[in-house]
């Protein structure tokens, strides 16, 4: 029967007894075989130079023009990390305070797959308020996001080092343009400047990219004594 | 044995998927003189100037005509196990793929003088399907002359 599905399909009386089966037409082969007649037919005029055009471009190098960044949240400060530096995210969790060393950026000590990391309360060493998003998140407030702890890792040639930030939330790994990354304008404060290495436009909001290398001597500079 | 299925002429066929670069719509080529009909010309693919086949010709069955549904499918072919080349075919209803392992009978590769590139017959699904061999697509004439080998220029 030609176009059934107008006549006793989804679009006509609903008469078909295959819905029973099918429930929608477009579950059904008898359209899908349709479907497929529909491309059947003479190309028009400029199909196929205008593919031509388009094949004759190269492709464009994706690997090189994008950069993968974890967004996450310290404050209402919207940041992102290269994901080559993220080793995993976790959720929030008990933070053991170190003696003599409370309200530093050491934030505590974590236990993270059973070994002890050092946390680092992002917001003190980049200047901006509110406390370490360690321990349990306070209740009564609108859950406005997830802390969570971010563990990142830099490889060198002698040691590994390893560090967990408290963050406030996390919005996923995003997959960032070169050329949508602008430079940092002056104006910006000092401590959070000399850790971001650019800005770049995310969802409507300015997210700065964090350098991965100046952030872990930042990091290093802070907590040693 | 993953198999890529198209039709040509109504009767079904089949490559190995493993060898299939891309496939794309039908591109308007440039003619090549004193090419066998089959070979359709010559058109850029992402840079590179690949060499298109019309396999309706080939296979004896009258050129493919210039439909929405007509697909150039880019596939790797190799010369005497050379480098793998850049070579495209056209085809009809490049929609499905299968596997050689779900056919219920088979045929094995056919010897035939005149068509080296005809491989197994498979039944799949209901279908027969010709299983064809991109290496021996073209003549060794033709092929050596499409693809020319550039170290004997560089080395003499």
């Known amino acids: 029967m030609p176009e059934c599905w107008r006549i006793i399909g989804v679009s006509g009386d609903r008469s078909c007894p295959e819905l029973q089966a099918f429930i929608h037409c ?76 409370t309200g530093t950026a050491l934030a505590g000590l974590v236990n993270i797959r059973g070994q002890l990391q050092l946390c680092v309360s992002l917001h003190k060493i980049l200047g901006l308020s509110g406390g370490p998003a360690g321990g349990s998140p306070p209740t009564g ?28 939330d996390v919005a996923g790994v995003h997959r960032v343009g070169r050329g949508d990354l602008r ?39 802070m907590v040693s004594p | 044995m993953q198999l890529l299925t198209f039709t040509i002429a109504g009767e079904a066929y089949a490559i190995a998927s493993r060898r299939v670069v891309e496939v794309l719509p039908l591109v308007r080529v440039r003619p090549i003189p004193h090419t066998p009909d089959y070979v359709r010309g010559i058109f850029t693919y992402r840079g590179q100037l690949v060499p298109l086949v019309d396999l309706g010709l080939r296979l004896g069955t009258g050129p493919l005509a210039e439909r929405l549904s007509t697909r150039v499918v880019v596939c790797e072919f190799t010369i005497g196990g ?75």
Do not use: K, M
């Open chain 1, 26 to 101: 477009r579950n059904c082969p008898v359209l899908a075989d349709a479907a497929r007649t529909f491309f059947d037919r003479d190309a028009p005029e400029g199909y196929l130079d205008s593919w031509r055009a388009i094949l004759e471009e190269p492709t464009a190098q994706a690997e090189q023009a994008d950069t993968s960044v974890l967004v996450f949240r310290v404050d209402r400060e919207w940041l992102a990390l290269p994901s080559a530096a993220l080793v995993e995210v976790t959720a929030s969790r008990t933070l053991h305070t170190v003696p003599h060393r």
């Open chain 2, 82 to 156: 050379g480098e793998p080349q850049r070579l495209g075919i056209v085809a009809e209803n490049v929609i499905s793929i299968c596997s050689s392992e779900d056919a219920d009978a088979s045929l094995p590769s056919l010897e035939l003088p005149d068509a080296p590139f005809l491989g197994q017959v498979l039944r799949i699904g209901g279908r027969t399907v010709q299983v064809l061999t991109i290496d021996h697509l073209l003549p060794t004439d033709v092929a050596s002359g499409l693809f020319p080998l550039p170290t004997a220029t560089h080395e003499s």
């Open chain 1, 183 to 221: 430079p940092v304008p002056s104006t910006v404060s000092q401590a959070a400047a000399r850790c971001s290495s650019a800005l770049f436009e995310w969802q409507e909001r300015t997210v700065a990219l964090l350098d991965e290398s100046r952030l872990f001597d930042a990091l290093r500079d």
């Open chain 1, 141 to 168: 407030e609108p859950a406005e996001g997830t802390p969570r702890l971010i563990v990142v890792e830099r490889t060198a040639p002698q040691s590994t080092e390893r560090w967990v930030l408290g963050v406030d």
